[in-house]
């Protein structure tokens, strides 16, 4: 966290709670980095990486050649590919860069220099402005990024916030990019500008930070739904009678055969003449297994008596009705197995009870 020599004069209070001195100071200190720390990663989408080195120098500006106007940009050091970049400084965002210039400068008219450690270069970088530094004893120090996680998750902490589980939220620097992009996007950027503010590679990579469900998905199955329904017959749409509505209830009665259920949708008749061990619509009931077992045992039979009197058409469709209870069994059998009841080891009521409920036997109620 950041250092307690931040400032030279403190300024402690008594917390009413726990009766324990509290550092306002320094408390003060951790909120507006906090705050510094999320507004710049929300505002620019940069990693956390590109946050450490920005400095006073990054703030450049442009001129429009048409109307002459200067445009504030914010230019960000490369830190995962050599092409460095060029973003536009929202007012929101100027407000924040100019509230750390001014913490940091004080009184003085130009940001102390510091030199910060580069941890994947394994090297010391020149002494610079940086933007993100803090006093440490007698001299100015970079806040590391180190720093600046321990500040997020402090400030996620403090929160209180939870998911849908009712766990406690977890923030990284990098989720603060994937809502960037995804609010850039929502609100009218074109996906290639989007990777170029984001400085990735291939749009791919842009559209994988995209954190909500395409809209325009949702906007043309709708459409679609819209020109379907207008090429249907507008009687398909009023509401049923009740002649109509005690039909479509009845096929879900019809639907219960001996062997189990059948699937067939609404409105169609039975393809295969209620031979329903043939049919891949039917869902066996495993408590009719014995039947389907009849069944097979009766056809087995029937080949055999079939081939014995020289009746070679009928084997042929025996066959294939030998070939369906045999698929119809198997299903049967995979269906019990999902069904198969696993002891998870849970302690009975009376087990409970006993090691929690202390009973008083009345002399009255004791065997004689």
Same mark, same amino acid.
């Given at each position: ?13 008594? *917390? ?78 100027? &407000? ?15 940001? /102390? ?5 580069? @941890? ?8 610079? /402005? ?52 995804? &609010? ?57 009678? &009740?002649?109509?509505? *005690? ?38 009931? /495993? ?15 029937? @080949? ?38 696993? &002891?998870?080891?849970? /302690?009975?009521?009376?087990? @409970? ?16």
């Amino acid at each position: 966290m950041l250092s307690k020599h931040t400032h030279a004069a403190k300024t402690w209070a008594e *917390d009413p709670g726990t009766g324990k001195r509290r550092d306002l100071t320094l408390e003060e200190h951790r909120a507006f980095w906090s705050w510094a720390a999320v507004e710049v990663l929300r505002h620019t989408g940069i990693r956390i990486e590109e946050l450490a080195e920005l400095s006073h120098h990054s703030l450049v500006q442009y001129r429009l050649p048409t109307t002459g106007e200067l445009v504030p940009l914010l230019q960000i050091a490369p830190s995962k590919t050599d092409a460095e970049r060029l973003l536009v400084i929202s007012p929101e965002l100027a &407000d924040v860069l100019s509230a750390i210039i001014s913490r940091v400068r004080g009184s003085r008219p130009m940001l /102390p220099l510091v030199v910060s450690y580069d @941890i994947h270069e394994r090297v010391w970088n020149p002494p610079m /402005p940086l933007l993100f530094q803090q006093r440490h004893g007698i001299e100015n120090r970079p806040i590391t990024i180190h720093t600046v996680r321990a500040l997020l998750n402090a400030t996620l902490a403090a929160t209180g916030l939870t998911d849908g589980s009712n766990r406690p939220l977890n923030y990284t620097p990098h989720d603060f990019r994937r809502i960037f992009i995804t &609010d850039a996007i929502l609100n009218g950027m074109p996906p290639h500008i989007a990777q170029l503010v984001a400085g990735h590679k291939a749009i791919t990579t842009t559209m994988g930070y995209k954190a909500v469900y395409p809209e325009e998905v949702i906007n043309g199955h709708r459409a679609f739904i819209a020109r379907r329904r207008a090429t249907r017959p507008g009687e398909e749409y009023r509401t049923p009678t &009740d002649e109509e509505w *005690d039909d479509f209830l009845g096929h879900f009665e019809r639907r219960k055969v001996a062997h189990g259920t059948c699937g067939r949708a609404f409105g169609t008749t039975c393809i295969h003449e209620h031979a329903c061990v043939r049919c891949a619509l039917l869902r066996p009931d /495993p408590a009719q297994r014995h039947r389907l077992a009849e069944v097979r045992d009766n056809l087995l039979a029937r @080949i055999a008596e079939a081939e014995r009197e020289g009746w070679r058409g009928e084997v042929e469709g025996l066959r294939v009705s030998l070939a369906g209870a045999e698929q119809k069994l198997a299903q049967v059998e995979q269906i019990a197995t999902q069904r198969t009841r696993i &002891d998870l080891g849970m /302690p009975g009521f009376s087990r @409970i009870a006993g090691r929690h409920v202390t009973t008083t036997r009345h002399p009255t109620n004791e065997p004689s």
